[in-house]
């Protein structure tokens, strides 16, 4: 499976992003989806995960309530909308596709798109 995620850039502080990740193969719709986050000297960070149906999404608690991620299995894509970012948000951002189950360790997901870079100025 590729993924090739996109929607990066620059915001300013309390704006909002969207980050997408299209994947190339139909077992997208049997894979659990996340995102991850990482800075430069530190450990790859969980984001949030949603199932195959969509209908069950987590959250890491330093984004809940602030990121939302969807799937949209008939197009084999899953995004990430980012609102009221901070400037803490700033990291590269990766999609990843785990098997039927995926949880919030990065070790759970076995394809990883190339990351997508997301600045967020203060």
């Known amino acids: 499976v590729q993924l090739q995620a996109s929607g990066g850039g620059l915001v300013q502080t309390g704006g909002s992003l969207r980050l997408s990740c299209a994947a190339s193969?139909?077992?997208?719709?049997?894979?659990?989806m996340g995102w991850f986050r990482q800075v430069p000297g530190k450990e790859r960070e969980f984001v949030a995960t949603?199932?195959?149906?969509?209908?069950?999404?987590y959250y890491a608690d330093s984004v809940k309530g602030r990121f939302t991620i969807s799937r949209d299995n008939a197009k084999n894509t899953v995004y990430l909308q980012m609102n009221s970012l901070k400037p803490e948000d700033t990291a590269v951002y990766y999609c990843?596709?785990?098997?039927?189950?995926?949880?919030?360790?990065?070790?759970?997901?076995?394809?990883w798109g190339q990351g997508t870079l997301v600045t967020v100025s203060s």
């Open positions: 990843a596709a785990a098997g039927e189950f995926g949880g919030v360790m990065s070790n759970e997901y076995h394809y």
């Open positions: 193969e139909h077992t997208f719709s049997t894979s659990t």
């Open positions: 949603i199932n195959r149906s969509g209908l069950k999404p």
